[in-house]
Protein backbone atom coordinates (compact mmCIF):
# COMPACT_ATOMS: atom_id res chain seq x y z
CA UNK A 1 0.00 0.00 0.00
CA UNK A 2 0.60 3.30 -0.91
CA UNK A 3 2.77 5.54 2.16
CA UNK A 4 -0.16 7.90 3.46
CA UNK A 5 2.46 10.05 6.07
CA UNK A 6 4.73 12.05 4.61
CA UNK A 7 6.82 14.64 7.09
CA UNK A 8 7.76 18.29 6.27
CA UNK A 9 10.48 19.21 8.83
CA UNK A 10 10.25 23.43 8.91
CA UNK A 11 11.31 23.62 12.68
CA UNK A 12 15.19 23.24 12.66
CA UNK A 13 16.60 26.54 13.68
CA UNK A 14 17.46 25.58 17.86
CA UNK A 15 19.39 29.24 17.64
CA UNK A 16 16.22 30.46 17.56
CA UNK A 17 15.64 28.66 20.81
CA UNK A 18 18.51 30.15 22.25
CA UNK A 19 18.08 33.59 21.35
CA UNK A 20 14.21 33.50 22.99
CA UNK A 21 15.11 31.77 25.95
CA UNK A 22 18.00 34.02 26.57
CA UNK A 23 15.96 37.29 25.63
CA UNK A 24 13.24 35.70 27.92
CA UNK A 25 15.43 35.08 31.10
CA UNK A 26 17.05 38.59 31.25
CA UNK A 27 13.66 40.47 31.28
CA UNK A 28 13.10 42.32 34.31
CA UNK A 29 9.91 39.70 35.33
CA UNK A 30 11.54 36.63 33.69
CA UNK A 31 9.93 34.70 31.25
CA UNK A 32 9.52 31.79 28.81
CA UNK A 33 7.50 30.90 26.02
CA UNK A 34 5.08 28.08 26.56
CA UNK A 35 5.87 25.90 23.33
CA UNK A 36 9.16 25.19 25.34
CA UNK A 37 6.92 22.89 27.12
CA UNK A 38 6.91 20.13 24.69
CA UNK A 39 9.68 18.00 23.79
CA UNK A 40 8.91 14.66 23.62
CA UNK A 41 8.32 14.00 27.48
CA UNK A 42 6.45 17.59 27.59
CA UNK A 43 3.77 16.00 24.99
CA UNK A 44 3.25 13.19 27.01
CA UNK A 45 3.03 14.52 29.84
CA UNK A 46 0.37 17.08 28.47
CA UNK A 47 -1.77 13.65 27.48
CA UNK A 48 -1.59 13.18 31.08
CA UNK A 49 -3.04 16.25 32.17
CA UNK A 50 -5.66 15.55 29.82
CA UNK A 51 -6.89 12.48 32.35
CA UNK A 52 -6.70 14.05 35.60
CA UNK A 53 -10.41 14.71 36.75
CA UNK A 54 -9.81 18.42 37.08
CA UNK A 55 -8.58 19.35 33.78
CA UNK A 56 -12.52 19.50 32.29
CA UNK A 57 -10.98 21.15 29.09
CA UNK A 58 -9.97 17.95 27.18
CA UNK A 59 -13.12 16.21 27.71
CA UNK A 60 -15.71 19.43 27.62
CA UNK A 61 -14.10 20.01 23.84
CA UNK A 62 -14.52 16.28 22.63
CA UNK A 63 -17.64 15.74 24.35
CA UNK A 64 -19.01 19.40 22.15
CA UNK A 65 -17.22 17.47 18.92
CA UNK A 66 -18.97 14.58 19.28
CA UNK A 67 -22.31 15.68 20.16
CA UNK A 68 -22.21 18.60 17.23
CA UNK A 69 -20.50 16.41 15.09
CA UNK A 70 -22.94 16.61 12.01
CA UNK A 71 -23.96 20.00 12.92
CA UNK A 72 -20.13 20.73 12.72
CA UNK A 73 -19.81 18.96 9.33
CA UNK A 74 -22.98 20.54 7.60
CA UNK A 75 -21.25 24.35 8.43
CA UNK A 76 -17.65 23.17 7.00
CA UNK A 77 -19.56 21.22 3.76
CA UNK A 78 -17.95 19.41 1.93
CA UNK A 79 -13.67 19.92 2.54
CA UNK A 80 -10.10 18.57 0.71
CA UNK A 81 -7.40 19.81 3.30
CA UNK A 82 -8.22 19.74 7.10
CA UNK A 83 -5.07 21.42 8.51
CA UNK A 84 -4.75 21.08 12.63
CA UNK A 85 -2.16 23.83 14.34
CA UNK A 86 -0.75 21.94 17.93
CA UNK A 87 -1.56 18.78 17.01
CA UNK A 88 -0.14 16.78 19.98
CA UNK A 89 -1.97 13.29 19.92
CA UNK A 90 -4.37 14.25 17.14
CA UNK A 91 -7.04 12.28 19.64
CA UNK A 92 -9.51 15.66 18.88
CA UNK A 93 -9.79 15.01 15.49
CA UNK A 94 -11.02 11.99 15.43
CA UNK A 95 -14.89 13.09 15.47
CA UNK A 96 -14.28 15.08 12.71
CA UNK A 97 -12.41 12.61 10.61
CA UNK A 98 -15.65 10.71 10.47
CA UNK A 99 -18.48 13.08 9.62
CA UNK A 100 -16.75 15.63 7.19
CA UNK A 101 -17.59 15.36 3.80
CA UNK A 102 -15.02 14.65 0.85
CA UNK A 103 -12.04 15.15 3.58
CA UNK A 104 -8.69 13.73 1.08
CA UNK A 105 -5.69 15.00 3.07
CA UNK A 106 -4.98 16.07 6.91
CA UNK A 107 -2.27 18.42 7.82
CA UNK A 108 -1.13 17.94 11.34
CA UNK A 109 1.59 20.92 12.49
CA UNK A 110 3.31 20.48 15.93
CA UNK A 111 6.61 21.82 17.11
CA UNK A 112 7.05 18.49 19.23
CA UNK A 113 8.40 16.20 15.84
CA UNK A 114 8.81 13.01 18.11
CA UNK A 115 5.47 13.02 19.01
CA UNK A 116 3.75 14.70 16.01
CA UNK A 117 5.31 11.97 13.73
CA UNK A 118 4.53 8.84 15.99
CA UNK A 119 0.74 10.20 16.49
CA UNK A 120 0.49 10.93 12.14
CA UNK A 121 1.55 7.20 11.75
CA UNK A 122 -0.93 6.15 14.81
CA UNK A 123 -4.03 7.69 13.18
CA UNK A 124 -2.78 6.57 9.64
CA UNK A 125 -3.61 3.05 10.90
CA UNK A 126 -7.20 3.83 12.10
CA UNK A 127 -7.70 6.24 8.66
CA UNK A 128 -5.06 4.25 6.06
CA UNK A 129 -6.91 6.12 2.66
CA UNK A 130 -6.69 9.32 4.75
CA UNK A 131 -2.99 11.26 3.15
CA UNK A 132 -1.33 12.73 6.34
CA UNK A 133 1.24 15.30 5.85
CA UNK A 134 3.05 16.10 9.36
CA UNK A 135 4.62 19.33 9.78
CA UNK A 136 6.81 19.72 12.09
CA UNK A 137 7.11 23.86 12.60
CA UNK A 138 6.42 26.81 14.68
CA UNK A 139 3.17 27.91 13.99
CA UNK A 140 4.04 31.68 15.73
CA UNK A 141 5.04 33.10 12.44
CA UNK A 142 4.25 32.28 9.36
CA UNK A 143 4.41 29.27 7.55
CA UNK A 144 5.10 28.03 4.03
CA UNK A 145 2.44 25.16 4.17
CA UNK A 146 2.56 22.33 1.46
CA UNK A 147 -1.58 23.13 0.66
CA UNK A 148 -2.80 22.89 -3.21
CA UNK A 149 -4.52 26.24 -4.07
CA UNK A 150 -8.16 26.66 -4.94
CA UNK A 151 -8.71 23.01 -2.39
CA UNK A 152 -11.43 24.13 0.27
CA UNK A 153 -9.00 24.45 3.66
CA UNK A 154 -10.55 24.51 7.28
CA UNK A 155 -8.32 25.51 9.91
CA UNK A 156 -8.81 23.19 13.11
CA UNK A 157 -7.34 24.23 16.75
CA UNK A 158 -8.31 23.20 19.84
CA UNK A 159 -7.63 23.03 23.40
CA UNK A 160 -7.63 26.71 23.87
CA UNK A 161 -4.09 26.60 22.81
CA UNK A 162 -4.90 30.48 21.25
CA UNK A 163 -5.18 31.25 24.84
CA UNK A 164 -1.13 31.20 25.24
CA UNK A 165 -1.22 34.49 22.68
CA UNK A 166 -1.55 37.84 24.48
CA UNK A 167 -4.80 39.16 22.64
CA UNK A 168 -2.59 41.29 21.06
CA UNK A 169 -0.76 38.43 19.83
CA UNK A 170 -3.77 36.19 19.15
CA UNK A 171 -5.17 38.99 16.72
CA UNK A 172 -1.99 39.01 14.98
CA UNK A 173 -2.24 35.11 14.63
CA UNK A 174 -5.53 35.22 13.79
CA UNK A 175 -4.78 37.22 10.83
CA UNK A 176 -2.08 35.39 9.91
CA UNK A 177 -3.71 32.50 9.61
CA UNK A 178 -6.74 34.02 7.47
CA UNK A 179 -3.69 34.87 5.03
CA UNK A 180 -3.45 31.19 4.20
CA UNK A 181 -7.06 31.01 3.40
CA UNK A 182 -9.32 31.37 0.61
CA UNK A 183 -12.75 32.72 0.09
CA UNK A 184 -14.80 30.26 1.88
CA UNK A 185 -12.71 28.64 3.72
CA UNK A 186 -13.10 27.82 7.62
CA UNK A 187 -11.41 28.15 10.99
CA UNK A 188 -12.55 25.43 13.94
CA UNK A 189 -11.37 26.67 17.52
CA UNK A 190 -11.03 25.56 20.98
CA UNK A 191 -11.72 28.80 23.16
CA UNK A 192 -12.44 28.10 26.97
CA UNK A 193 -14.82 30.15 28.72
CA UNK A 194 -14.50 32.92 31.67
CA UNK A 195 -16.41 31.06 34.61
CA UNK A 196 -15.75 30.38 38.53
CA UNK A 197 -11.95 31.22 39.40
CA UNK A 198 -12.15 27.99 41.75
CA UNK A 199 -12.80 26.09 38.70
CA UNK A 200 -10.13 27.52 36.58
CA UNK A 201 -7.72 27.24 39.60
CA UNK A 202 -8.46 23.43 40.21
CA UNK A 203 -7.88 22.80 36.34
CA UNK A 204 -4.37 23.70 36.97
CA UNK A 205 -3.30 22.73 40.17
CA UNK A 206 -4.25 19.10 39.80
CA UNK A 207 -3.94 17.37 42.52
CA UNK A 208 -1.40 14.20 41.18
CA UNK A 209 1.34 17.10 40.43
CA UNK A 210 0.94 16.78 36.55
CA UNK A 211 0.67 20.12 35.50
CA UNK A 212 3.62 21.10 38.22
CA UNK A 213 5.71 18.26 36.75
CA UNK A 214 4.78 19.32 33.05
CA UNK A 215 5.64 23.19 33.90
CA UNK A 216 9.32 22.00 35.45
CA UNK A 217 9.65 20.13 32.33
CA UNK A 218 10.82 23.61 30.14
CA UNK A 219 13.97 23.66 32.84
CA UNK A 220 14.41 20.57 31.45
CA UNK A 221 13.89 21.02 28.12
CA UNK A 222 16.13 23.82 28.38
CA UNK A 223 18.99 22.05 29.93
CA UNK A 224 18.63 19.18 26.93
CA UNK A 225 18.73 21.19 24.30
CA UNK A 226 20.80 24.61 25.62
CA UNK A 227 22.77 23.17 27.55
CA UNK A 228 21.28 24.61 30.75
CA UNK A 229 21.86 24.40 34.53
CA UNK A 230 18.79 24.37 35.88
CA UNK A 231 18.24 22.35 39.19
CA UNK A 232 14.66 21.30 38.70
CA UNK A 233 14.88 20.55 42.35
CA UNK A 234 15.07 23.83 42.91
CA UNK A 235 12.63 25.83 41.41
CA UNK A 236 8.60 25.53 42.45
CA UNK A 237 5.29 25.26 40.10
CA UNK A 238 2.86 28.26 40.67
CA UNK A 239 -0.51 28.51 39.37
CA UNK A 240 -3.40 30.83 39.81
CA UNK A 241 -5.98 32.89 38.07
CA UNK A 242 -5.96 36.52 37.45
CA UNK A 243 -9.35 37.73 37.03
CA UNK A 244 -8.65 41.46 36.51
CA UNK A 245 -6.52 39.97 33.33
CA UNK A 246 -8.96 37.00 32.41
CA UNK A 247 -5.92 34.43 32.08
CA UNK A 248 -4.16 31.79 33.94
CA UNK A 249 -0.32 32.27 34.71
CA UNK A 250 1.63 29.66 35.48
CA UNK A 251 5.17 30.61 36.95
CA UNK A 252 8.35 28.66 38.55
CA UNK A 253 9.32 29.84 41.50
CA UNK A 254 12.88 29.86 42.66
CA UNK A 255 13.43 28.21 46.24
CA UNK A 256 16.48 30.06 46.93
CA UNK A 257 19.03 32.84 45.87
CA UNK A 258 20.75 31.24 42.91
CA UNK A 259 22.68 31.00 39.52
CA UNK A 260 21.88 29.33 36.57
CA UNK A 261 23.90 29.28 33.36
CA UNK A 262 22.61 28.49 29.58
CA UNK A 263 25.00 29.10 26.74
CA UNK A 264 28.00 30.64 28.87
CA UNK A 265 25.09 33.61 29.96
CA UNK A 266 24.68 33.74 34.16
CA UNK A 267 21.13 34.21 35.35
CA UNK A 268 20.44 35.64 38.54
CA UNK A 269 17.74 34.09 40.97
CA UNK A 270 16.77 35.39 43.99
CA UNK A 271 14.43 33.61 46.24
CA UNK A 272 10.68 33.39 45.62
CA UNK A 273 11.65 35.29 42.20
CA UNK A 274 9.53 33.96 39.55
CA UNK A 275 9.54 32.69 35.76
CA UNK A 276 6.63 33.24 34.00
CA UNK A 277 5.97 30.45 31.72
CA UNK A 278 2.34 30.21 30.88
CA UNK A 279 -0.52 32.34 30.03
CA UNK A 280 -4.20 30.88 29.18
CA UNK A 281 -6.43 33.29 28.46
CA UNK A 282 -10.02 32.76 28.88
CA UNK A 283 -12.77 34.20 26.31
CA UNK A 284 -16.20 34.47 26.92
CA UNK A 285 -18.35 34.01 23.52
CA UNK A 286 -18.97 37.61 22.59
CA UNK A 287 -15.54 38.58 23.02
CA UNK A 288 -13.99 35.97 20.95
CA UNK A 289 -16.34 36.76 18.37
CA UNK A 290 -15.63 39.90 18.56
CA UNK A 291 -11.66 39.53 18.58
CA UNK A 292 -12.33 37.20 14.76
CA UNK A 293 -14.49 39.89 13.54
CA UNK A 294 -11.12 42.18 13.63
CA UNK A 295 -9.03 39.71 12.49
CA UNK A 296 -10.84 38.40 9.12
CA UNK A 297 -13.04 36.23 10.02
CA UNK A 298 -17.00 36.04 10.00
CA UNK A 299 -18.49 33.97 13.18
CA UNK A 300 -21.37 31.19 11.67
CA UNK A 301 -21.55 29.61 14.89
CA UNK A 302 -20.60 28.68 18.06
CA UNK A 303 -21.19 25.39 19.84
CA UNK A 304 -20.79 24.99 23.54
CA UNK A 305 -21.72 22.41 26.37
CA UNK A 306 -24.82 22.70 28.99
CA UNK A 307 -22.43 24.59 31.79
CA UNK A 308 -20.69 26.86 28.96
CA UNK A 309 -17.55 25.96 30.44
CA UNK A 310 -16.03 25.50 26.86
CA UNK A 311 -16.58 26.46 23.53
CA UNK A 312 -16.09 25.81 19.98
CA UNK A 313 -16.21 28.39 17.19
CA UNK A 314 -16.46 27.69 13.60
CA UNK A 315 -15.02 31.03 11.72
CA UNK A 316 -15.29 31.68 7.66
CA UNK A 317 -12.51 33.80 5.92
CA UNK A 318 -14.54 37.22 5.83
CA UNK A 319 -15.13 38.02 1.65
CA UNK A 320 -14.05 41.05 0.68
C1 LIG B 1 -2.18 22.61 24.91
S1 LIG B 1 -1.50 21.40 23.84
C2 LIG B 1 -2.94 20.92 22.92
C3 LIG B 1 -2.82 19.59 22.25
C4 LIG B 1 -4.08 19.15 21.48
N1 LIG B 1 -4.31 20.02 20.33
C5 LIG B 1 -5.27 19.21 22.39
O1 LIG B 1 -6.14 20.07 22.17
O2 LIG B 1 -5.37 18.38 23.30
C6 LIG B 1 -0.63 22.43 22.70
C7 LIG B 1 -0.03 21.71 21.50
O3 LIG B 1 0.49 22.69 20.61
C8 LIG B 1 1.86 22.45 20.33
N2 LIG B 1 2.48 23.78 20.24
C9 LIG B 1 2.56 24.72 21.21
N3 LIG B 1 3.11 25.85 20.74
C10 LIG B 1 3.39 25.62 19.42
C11 LIG B 1 3.94 26.42 18.38
N4 LIG B 1 4.33 27.67 18.58
N5 LIG B 1 4.04 25.87 17.14
C12 LIG B 1 3.65 24.58 16.90
N6 LIG B 1 3.11 23.78 17.87
C13 LIG B 1 2.98 24.29 19.11
C14 LIG B 1 2.37 21.61 21.47
O4 LIG B 1 3.46 20.81 21.11
C15 LIG B 1 1.12 20.79 21.85
O5 LIG B 1 1.03 19.61 21.11
New binding site residues.
Partial sequence: MRQQVESFDM?TDQQNMLQEVLHGLAQPQKVL???Y??DQT??EL??QI?QQPEYY??RT?IDILSEYQSAIADCIGPVHTLI?????????IKSLLSSLHQLEQYMP????KD??IQSAHQLSKDYPSLRIKAVC????APLLLPVEEKQKKVIF?????IG?FHPQEAADFLQQSSQLLEKGDGFLI?IDTKKEASVLHAAYNDQAGITAQFNLNILRHINGSLNGTFDVDLFEDVAFYNEQQGRIEMHLKSRIDQIVTIADQRFTFKKDETIHTENSYKYSQEEFQWLAKQNGFTPIRCFTDPQHHFSVHYLEKTRV
Fill in positions: YQAKFYGSFETLTEEYGSGSSRKIDISFLGDYSFPGSTNG
